[in-house]
């Protein structure tokens, strides 16, 4: 059971994993570097005891490499204590330091060791009159109190059978509520196979559980509550469904990512109506700025959606990465607006980011694919995207339905504000409404854009150009590259390129090109032409891609891929899809794990 969770939750961590399990009043453990199926074999080779309690985890290293002495669980309290963390916490050299001067030693590298030390001691310094009263709670309580940073952890005891406690500070957990049984997880995925009955925590927060109960305090003792929700996914929307990698389901979920994202926003009237939209008529009037904050692939739908919301709302709309935000003394207001967007509501920088701008007074508003996550539980209001979970590390169907739903906001704004008619509104929701089949007409001919992948394999560097919103499309599709093939790409605004990055362009260097579709008066076409012949006149070896009909480009490309005509700024929900195919495809033929690229872990839950 465990390690059928772990492997739910290896995307977001897999450098290491362990398990530990409560037998006949003593903790056995197993922990093995690598990714899980390691374990397995470490498993195999020394099975645990049969045991009704248990607690596992997998790595994404901070403090101290992917060894197997780092790798938790980490034991104290001479073997009768394990305990399990995610987070960094900050204080831990202080309190190692402490810790070793009362006596203690340590055998990893870890803060996680000192969290496992420190709850140990704390336990061992229990009166009797506490143990007898779940003392691993009342120890958890004092430890948490000493911690800084940010944490989950999870312990158990040996003189303590069934019975697990957990503790949060800024780092994900989620209860499951089970019959004659309960879990822990840092997401739902966890253990979607016994229940969907989940309970959301607070911050600051330690439960207990055993087969019975859960029971909830503050780091103080004092009891607190929880939410409870029902996970509206199961188990087989996490499954692979018979494709070879999460991303290739992942990136053929899209028509149906789009779909459900657009799928009952419109009230009795007809017009657009948003009912997560918790934030007050008036003070969504008086909105005089936009900040969208967000990280990668998140950031770059923040940034096609600018173009909307600008256009349709006519309000100033900044995007900006979560980690620079705060740091930089940004001017926000209480009519400033801050949309954050993220798939998993957990990462650290963005709810860093949203938090400071609810201390300056700005309406925040959440566009999240994680239901009970945090930064939607600490916004104003929250747009759910509805892509059902994203398990591949490298974002894919997220990343449309964050599109569809900023779109969502922008419109909803421009209707409210009065600055766009009902009927204009209307054919625009229209338009996204035919999306999910154009993006199944896609995916339906992708053969030529894999084989194109595949002859590429070799390539050391790809860049990517587009304007508009082809350009933040170029810098997810080079980013794509980059993290699943590791092949060093770039994407550029093309019209950027004879400022500087041209100089990159040597004999047969491949250029992707987002050309714009050339209907309709504004259109930066030609413009995007001119820079594909600037690149091709220097040697470049140009891939288009362009809207069918579109016969020009043929004349200055290696290759074309044609996507289905679509607004302009509808553009990016279909010229993405070719590119995330593409550096899946490239990245398979060299024989990488597509759903778990190096050194990254899905949800960054540490600034
Ligand atoms: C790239 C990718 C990351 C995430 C980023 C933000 O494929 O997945 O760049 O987009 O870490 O994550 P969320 O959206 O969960 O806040």
Known sequence: MLVEGLR???????????????????????????????LLDVLEAEPLPESPTGIGHTRWATHGGPTDV????????????????????????????ELAEGGHSFASDTDTEVAAVLLADCYERLLPSEVAWGGLTVAMQMACQRLEGAFTLLAVHAD????????????????????????LGSDVSAFINYTRRAVELGQDQIVTITPESVEITDFYGAPAQGREYEIDWDASAAEMGGYASFMEKEIHDQPDAVAQTLLGRSGPDGSLALDEMRIDADRLN?????????????????????????????????????????????????DTL????????????????????REQGAMTVAICNTNGSTIPRESDAVLYTHAGPEIAVASTKAFLAQITAAYLLGLYLAQLRGNKFQGEIKDVLADLAKTPDKIQQILDNSGQIKDLARSMSESRS????????????????????????????????????????????EEGQPVFVVVPSPRGRNSLHAKV????????????????????????????????????????LLAPLLATVPLQIFACELATAKGYDVDQPRNLAKSVTVE
């Not at 939750?9 to 453990?29: C, F, H, I, K």
């Not at 059978?161 to 957990?166: E, I, K, L, M, R």
């Not at 994900?172 to 309960?182: A, I, S, Y």
């Not at 993220?342 to 400071?356: C, I, N, P």
């Open 462 to 505: 790809v860049l990517f150009l587009g304007r508009h919103v082809g350009f933040p499309v170029a810098m997810e599709g080079a980013l794509k590259l980059k993290e699943l093939a590791y092949i060093h790409a770039e994407g550029f605004a093309a019209g950027e390129l004879k400022h500087g990055p041209i100089a990159l362009i």
């Open 160 to 183: 303590q059978p069934g019975v697990v406690v957990a503790a949060r500070r800024n780092s994900p957990l989620v209860v499951g509520l089970g019959d004659g049984e309960n879990f």
């Open 529 to 568: 032409v001119s820079n594909i012949q600037e690149v091709r006149a220097r040697g470049a070896k140009t891939i288009v891609i362009a809207e069918e009909g579109d016969e020009a480009v043929r004349a200055y490309a290696e290759h074309v891929f044609y996507i289905p005509e679509t607004p302009p």
């Open 338 to 357: 801050v949309v954050s967007i993220s798939q998993s509501g957990e990462t650290m920088d963005t709810l860093m980011a949203v938090r400071y701008a």
């Open 70 to 97: 780092n790798a938790h669980p980490h034991l104290a309290g001479g073997g009768k204590l394990a305990l399990i963390h995610n987070g960094i916490i900050e204080n831990f050299a202080e309190l190692k330091a």
């Open 286 to 334: 008086a909105v005089n700025k936009i900040i969208v904050l967000a990280c990668g692939t998140s950031a770059y739908a923040g940034q096609v959606a600018k173009y909307a919301i600008e256009h349709w709302c006519r309000i100033p709309t900044e995007v900006e990465l979560s980690h620079e935000f705060r740091y930089r003394d940004p001017i926000l207001d209480q």
């Open 8 to 38: 739910r939750l290896e995307y977001r961590g897999y450098d290491s994993a362990g398990v530990a399990v409560l037998s006949q009043g003593r903790v056995e453990s197993r922990k093995k570097s690598g990714k899980l199926m390691k």
